[in-house]
């Protein structure tokens, strides 16, 4: 895939995230649990690889929140390094992973993990520096236990997207 088509691929992906949350962001209470944002930007890493995914995931939040006031400006800011962490890890795994039958799934969970893990060290040091509380059950509350909603939706769409891509042709793992 040449690098015109992955700009092209990624800035549909970008679009994608800042738009997807106005359908769920109506109700407040499901569009934060659904992570709609999260949606394209692992799809990214995915299908153009780490670079583009990194770039997309870190741009999306915090060009929605200049553009749309949503989300706020530190939420943005903690949300850009999640989401870049998505997209690089996503990306990064999926083409270094071969011959394992569930490398898509290795690569999704691992770049979940490690997002919510960026997002939690992140939060830590601008609360911190903000000096308002960031404690260990407020993380477990936001990244995992508000989250599980959109986690079941990113195990289950995810791969089935990145599996009609393979099956069309559409992906080539030994793009970089």
Not at 65 to 71: A, H, T
Not at 145 to 158: D, E, K, S, W
Request: glycine share 10%; hydrophobic share 55%.
């Amino acid at each position: 895939m040449n690098t015109t088509k992955k700009l092209t691929i990624s800035a549909v992906l970008l679009a994608l995230g800042l738009i997807l949350p106005f359908f769920t962001g109506q109700i407040q209470e499901i569009g934060n649990k659904l992570l709609p944002m999260h949606l394209p930007i692992i799809i990214c890493g995915f299908i153009c690889g780490w670079k583009y995914g990194l770039l997309t995931g870190a741009m999306t939040p915090l060009l929605r929140c200049i553009l749309f006031s949503m989300p706020a400006p530190v939420n943005a800011i903690c949300m850009a390094f999640e989401l870049a962490t998505y997209g690089a890890v996503s990306g990064m795994l999926y083409r270094k992973v071969h011959g394992f039958r569930l490398r898509i799934y290795f690569s999704l969970v691992s770049a979940m993990i490690s997002g919510r893990i960026i997002w939690g060290c992140v939060a830590t040091l601008i609360y911190g520096i903000t000096q308002s509380p960031f404690t260990w059950k407020m993380f477990l509350g936001s990244a995992i236990l508000n989250a599980i909603p959109g986690i079941v939706v990113q195990l289950i769409l995810i791969p089935i997207i990145i599996l009609a891509l393979e099956k069309a042709g559409v992906m080539n793992i030994d793009d970089k």
